[in-house]
Every structure is written in structure tokens, then in C-alpha cells.
């Protein structure tokens, strides 16, 4: 057990002791389940009340707030995915030249489309609609009935390396670590210090909130004008592999394949 899983617990044990709830207050972190249980993660996406993560075997799981998971489908079943996006009650699920989407756990996975994915690297969800970014930097729309339409004009995303939603917009992070906010209408506008968020490795949204995780392990609360300000202990998620955000927090698994929730309220 590392250090941080003993610190964990003892803040949960000492907070019951005292009677006050264990995220009292904002930027305090709480392990969920047992350590190491999503070694295996290879993609990880929140929704209102779950986590969904595809291990490398290809075999997708649902996770509850309290850690509580279980195997959705057949094992395997997604071997061969390349992204994967979750939320509200659809999944999407990229594999090969082709586009899958459910409903959820109880739902059958459905083809959308005549194939056409192969070049897509990133997909976030908003609007009711899927949002991809092709390898030339073309962004697209894509609705439930898998009919894709062009945003804006073709390339103005080639640098893209973050993709995220918050506050009803698309937010990306360039390779030349120039943040930019673009709507729903393809519109785009840089956000903030040109290259001040070249450090940052995770990003994502939070109801209105932008979130970041830096190289260093900060993490960040981006205002909505490119303001970053530090959140909690510097370093303090150096270990994160992989980011996302559930019913409010902030979720991470480390390279232990530990699962995190941080209070951010």
C-alpha cells in the first residue's frame, strides 16, 4: 500500500471519529474500492452516476460512486476499440472504420453509418451529438442516427492533442499549448496566454468548470478566461494515468491502477 492509500484511509477514519463527512472540503482526495482493481484501464469516461472503462483485454465495465463494478457484455467484446466516450445514458465506441453507440448497460450496441472512422484520433460528446476531430484537424458532428456533418473549416484543429466539454463548448489543448474554446457552430477563439498550457497532460470538464492535470501532478481549475489557478498540493497527482469527472468529482486511476474521487466543492 503506498503512501497516499494510508493517508486516504486515515483521513476517512479520523473523519468518522469526528463525525464530519469525509470531503469537508474542496481538494480533498478519498481511494474508491480496492487498490490496484483498474490495472488493467485502458479507457475511462464518466456519466451521471457511473464510470465506464474499457480494460486492455477489450472488456468494458460500469463502476458505481462507491467502487462497486461489474462486467457489461462479453468479455473481449471491445478489443479492438480506439476511443471511447461516455455520457448522460450513450456510449460510443470507435473501432476500426467504424462507430458503435448504446444506450447503456441494458442496451444492444448499434453500427452507425457506412464506416468512414478510421482517420477520427479524438471524440467528446455535447449537445446531444458526438464531436470528432479527424488526423488532418477537421472537426465533425456526429448525431444518434450516425449522420456526420463538417464544423467549420477543414484543419483548423490539426495541432490538437486535449479534447474536452465544459460549459457548452468544445475545449482543446494545441501541441503549442494554446487553449482554445470553440462552439457549437464551429466558431473558435483562443482562450488565455499563448503556450501557458503546454504542461498540461489531462483535461476536463466539470459542469462549467475546465479541469487540468499538469506533468508535474497539479492540478488546475481553468477559469473560463484561461485563468489556471493551482487546486490542492502541488504534485499531489503526479501518479494519475488516467482523468475524468462523475456527479460533481473529479475521478482518477494511477499507475497502481488505485481509483481516486477528489472533492472539488
Do not use: C
Not at 473523519?15 to 474508491?32: C, D
Amino acid at each position: 500500500m503506498n503512501g497516499r492509500t494510508v493517508i486516504a484511509l486515515l483521513v476517512l477514519v479520523l473523519a468518522q471519529f469526528a463525525g464530519v463527512p469525509a470531503f469537508a472540503a474542496p481538494g480533498e482526495w478519498q481511494q474508491v474500492g480496492k487498490p490496484g482493481e483498474w490495472k488493467e484501464t485502458r479507457f475511462l469516461s464518466g456519466t451521471a452516476g457511473a464510470l465506464w472503462t474499457i480494460e486492455n483485454d477489450g472488456t468494458l465495465y460500469v463502476t458505481d460512486k462507491n467502487g462497486g463494478w461489474e462486467q457489461v457484455g462479453p468479455r473481449g467484446n471491445f478489443k479492438q476499440v480506439q476511443a471511447f466516450a461516455a455520457a448522460a445514458d450513450n456510449l460510443w465506441a470507435l473501432e476500426g472504420d467504424n462507430l458503435y453507440h448504446t444506450g447503456g448497460k441494458k442496451g444492444g450496441w448499434t453500427k452507425l453509418g457506412e464506416g468512414g472512422w478510421a482517420n477520427t484520433q479524438l471524440i467528446a460528446f455535447l449537445d446531444n451529438a458526438l464531436w470528432s476531430i479527424s488526423k488532418d484537424g477537421t472537426l465533425y458532428r456526429t448525431n444518434l442516427k450516425g449522420e456526420s456533418v463538417q464544423v467549420g473549416k477543414a484543419g483548423d484543429w490539426k495541432d490538437t492533442r486535449l479534447l474536452t466539454v465544459a460549459n457548452g463548448a468544445l475545449w482543446t489543448i494545441e501541441k503549442t499549448g494554446i487553449l482554445y474554446r470553440t462552439d457549437t457552430n464551429g466558431q473558435w477563439q483562443p482562450v488565455g496566454k499563448a503556450g501557458a498550457f503546454a504542461e498540461m497532460k489531462f483535461m476536463t470538464g466539470v459542469d462549467n468548470e475546465l479541469w487540468a492535470i499538469g506533468n508535474s501532478g497539479t492540478l488546475y481549475r481553468i477559469t473560463n478566461e484561461g485563468k489556471f489557478q493551482r487546486f490542492g498540493k502541488e504534485g499531489n497527482w503526479k501518479q494519475t494515468a488516467k482523468l475524468t469527472a462523475m456527479d460533481g468529482f473529479l475521478w482518477t486511476i494511477e499507475t497502481d491502477g488505485s481509483l481516486f474521487r477528489t472533492a472539488i466543492r
